[in-house]
């Protein structure tokens, strides 16, 4: 698991030293943003920033599975649903347009906050060279060179999946938590909203796991996801308790934005210029994890996955975002009286990108 370039000098000085030398030739020589697979199909990235500093003595498995005399494995708490591709195909950027002052003050807060999304954003842009309102202004007048100074690479949109997905499983956890606690206090049943909330947060925290066995983040990494969940927690909090409504919105129209960056991603791959990926075979715990067929488990059939959860996503938290959210049951957990009508399911085979409407679920 080391770089190109770590192997390549070490084969040169192989010959004319010794076994010491040469060991501490390639301990000094690896360094940048680390693989942490050991498929032989995935790509080495490197870089001259602070993405990584372990020692290369200290190499191995990115959380490896813990190891025990009587247990063999431990499966997911949620087993995900299996998704047809034709159906993953399907999944389209939508967005919802705003109906009252509820969703504009939840549309607010994702495109123009200052105290919260934008600075996010803006970290998460410069982390990972992301400038994708900028690239389109430029490529209008110098394609070429559009290309050449905001050109995403594999590495660039590994860094920015990786800070994605470890700050978008707090809100799923917070309002599960919130809802926990509601129900106790109140003494009252919480009619199946924390079970799907909490789901939701498990799943985006896969897409981490996944995405995290291409790549180790290093101290500069880790700092960034820090100081975002430490914000974005005890805002979303706060917010919460404020309008559960409103939060659910907001949520949603994040996953828009997320439905965005995996379709571009997957638009890279076949346009070629994410030559790596295309070659690229999916980790084994996503293999797993989303039950990937055979010959359907290259980097894109991942990206494909993830894309649709984040399409359900987007769709479930439109749709929680139109219930009243005391009084009604959550239509992810129900069943119904006309099961040959469409409605919500876990799956996606009803996809609805807005959401379902109130009247149409309850």
Not at 312 to 332: A, I, S
Not at 336 to 343: A, G, I, Q, S, T
Request: proline share 5%; charged share 25%.
């Amino acid at each position: 698991m080391i770089s190109t370039r770590a192997v390549t000098t070490c084969r040169t000085l192989a010959a004319p030293n010794t076994t010491s030398t040469l060991l501490k030739a390639c301990n000094a020589t690896v360094v940048g943003f680390r693989s942490a697979s050991v498929s032989p199909q995935q790509q080495q990235w490197t870089s001259r920033r602070g993405f990584t500093t372990t020692p290369t003595r200290n190499i191995k498995e990115f959380f490896p599975q813990t190891e025990t005399r009587d247990i063999r494995e431990t499966p997911p708490a949620w087993e995900h649903p299996i998704y047809a591709k034709d159906d993953m195909l399907k999944v389209q950027i939508a967005h919802r347009e705003t109906r009252d002052w509820a969703d504009k003050i939840a549309l607010l807060a994702v495109k123009e906050s200052e105290l919260i999304i934008s600075v996010l954003r803006t970290g998460l842009d410069i982390a990972s060279g992301y400038r994708h309102a900028s690239a389109k202004e430029l490529a209008k007048l110098d394609p070429l060179t559009a290309r050449q100074k905001y050109g995403m690479t594999e590495r660039k949109y590994l860094i920015r999946n990786i800070f994605l997905e470890s700050v978008a499983g707090v809100p799923g956890m917070v309002a599960g938590m919130m809802r926990h606690l509601h129900s106790m206090r109140r003494m009252k049943r919480d009619n199946g909203w924390m079970e799907t909330l909490l789901e939701e947060s498990y799943n985006e925290r896969m897409h981490l796991l996944t995405f995290l066995k291409m790549a180790e983040p290093g101290w500069f990494m880790r700092l960034m996801v820090l100081g975002a969940q430490g914000v974005f927690f005890n805002a979303f909090f706060a917010a919460y308790i404020l309008s559960p409504r409103i939060c659910h919105r907001f949520v949603g129209y994040l996953e828009e934005e997320a439905v965005i960056t995996y379709t571009r991603e997957i638009e890279d791959i076949d346009n070629g210029t994410l030559p790596n990926w295309g070659k690229m075979q999916a980790p084994e715990i996503a293999v797993k994890y989303w039950n990937m067929p055979e010959g359907s488990r290259t980097m894109r059939d991942l990206l494909l996955y993830v894309r649709a959860d984040e399409a359900k996503h987007r769709e479930v938290n439109h749709t929680l975002g139109n219930l009243d959210q005391k009084n009604d049951p959550n239509p992810y957990a129900s069943t119904y009286k006309d099961v040959n009508k469409p409605h919500p399911t876990k799956g996606i085979e009803h996809l609805q990108s807005t959401g379902w409407e109130r009247k149409d679920v309850i």
